[in-house]
Every structure is written in structure tokens, then in C-alpha cells.
């Protein structure tokens, strides 16, 4: 009989409960602060309009999974039917747990194996996710600026948005040094640990593996030079989906005679990347989404009901995602301990 899978340590499980109950608590509090009815209200108003709402996040997902394809290691080949699916069960755990990356990135690779090697595998999804680090931090700048230049916003909110912007700014500059390939993290951790006596020696008996690893992420636009662009392409065409959604969404929450706009569609798409980036810890970003999109839709429209309903409505839409994961996960029939190894 297999050994049980190890459990997270205690603290890592007590700070994910916490921030669970964190964001269960502010989710509740912005509930009743906009009013159950007035959320219940824009739900009946987004109507069959939520079938388009879940398609073109399907979409996205689609768009995310064929960048992956891309980004797998020739002669090693996978398929968006392979790719989709691993897609939407990784992101389904890290919607439902406080784990987030630590189980969502293992899953997808461990979706596939029976097409590539654990190493292919998790060598792919760390260049699609460099690729969409370096789309995400440009949208999340760009929105940041836009906000600034076009709409007088709060003097609390404009620091909060210079910070984000600086952050996003310093990430993209790292994100493309790694691209580039001349930037070994890793590798230089390990020699400064290795210099120090410092380094486990259960690290330095894998050191090779993940200098391989590595060498393999961080050179992939060099030896695959005609695949950046339509990668990138891929990425940017995710967050366009996300923009048409979040439009659509706001077009159907909006009272009768006022209309959405391409530039609040993108603000509000724009801030919850960051939020997704920076709660990534909180189950579903519960609360914090709600709280972050109402304060801008009332810098944006007015109302920060609009905000905290267009939240529930992304909520609604993930929930049937992660539903698709959940079910994709028991065709697939993958164990626990397959998860974590």
C-alpha cells in the first residue's frame, strides 16, 4: 500500500484558513454594506447573457492552452485537448484552496504525463506562465496609467495605483531578463547556498535536475525564436477575452440608456489581474474582489453596487469552471498522491 500523501505544514494550513476566513468575512461585510437585493436584482438583469459570460472564459482558458501547447519542448508534443482540460482542473484546486500556485501548477503537469515526462511537462507551463506574467504586468501597468491620466481618483486609491505600478514596472523588467536568458536565479541561489554550506543536501543531490529545468525555461525563446510572438499573441488575446466579458457583464448590469465603455472595461479587467496576482492566497478572492472592483466602478459610474455584482457574476462564472475541473480531475481518474508527487 502506498505511503499517505504528506500534508502541508501546520502553518502553511493555518495562514490558508486564515486567509479563507479573511476573505469569507470581508466578502460577507461588502454584501451587506451593497445590499443582498440590489446583487440578486443585477443577477436577474445579466439573465442568459451568463451563458455568453461562461463561453468567452472558456475561451480564455482555450487561448491560455494552446499558448502551453506552443510552449512545450520539440520533438515533445501536446495537444489542446490534452492542454485544456489540465488547464481548468489546475485552476479549479487553485480556486478551492488557499494553496493557489503551490497545487494548481503540479496538476496540470500531472494532468499530461501521460503524454510528456513530469520535467517536459512542468518545463512548459513555466514558459507559458513567464509569457503571461510578462502580458499580465503590461495590462496591469497600462491600466494603472490609464486610470491616473483619465479619472480623479482618491488620494488613497492614487497611492495604492502608483505602488501597483511601480511593482508592475520592476516585475516586467525582471520577467523580461528571464526571457532573455541571461538571468539564473536559480542557479545562483544554489552556488551562493553551496558557497555557504547552507544548501540542504537533499537540494544538491536534485541541483542538476533543476539547473536543467532551468536552462530549459530561460533559453526557450532563443532556441525556439519563431514561437515568442505567437505566444505572446495568444496571452494578449486572453486578456482581450477578458475585456469583452467584463463588457458584456457591465452592459447587462447597467440601468436602461447608459452604456459601457472599452476604457472602463479594460480598468476593470485591469485591476482584477492584480487582484488575482496579489490574492492569489485567498480561496476564489473572495471579498477582496467585490471590495476592489466597487471602488472602482464608483470612481468609474457612480456605483460601487455595480462593482460588487460584477464580482458575484465572475464568481458565479468560476464556480462553473471549477466545477468542469472538478469533473475533468474524475475522468481523468488521477489519485491524491499522483497529485503530489
Known sequence: MPDPAPRPPAARRLGGAAAALGGLAL?????????????????RRVGFAFFGIVVLSGLRFAARAWAWVLCTEPPHRLRVRDTFPALISGDALGNLTPLGLFV????KAAFVRD?????????GIAVENLFYTITVAAMIAGGTVALLVEFDVPAALRVMSLIALAGMVAFLVVAMALVSGRFRPLTWSLAWFDRWSLA???LLRRAGKLQTLEDRIYTFA?????????????ETGYHALGVAETYLTVAMLLPAGAAPTLLGAFLLESINRFINVAFKFVPMRLGVDEAGSGILTQVLYGASALGVTLAVVRKARMLVWTGAGVVFLGLRGMTRRELVQ
Open 27 to 43: 466578502f460577507a461585510y461588502t454584501l451587506r454594506e451593497t445590499g443582498l437585493a440590489t446583487v440578486v436584482d443585477g443577477f
Open 115 to 123: 503524454r510528456v515526462s513530469l520535467m517536459i511537462a512542468l518545463a
Open 222 to 234: 532563443q532556441r525556439h525564436p519563431s514561437r515568442p510572438v505567437p505566444i505572446l499573441l495568444l
Open 104 to 107: 494548481s501548477e503540479p496538476t
Open 200 to 202: 540542504p543536501a537533499a
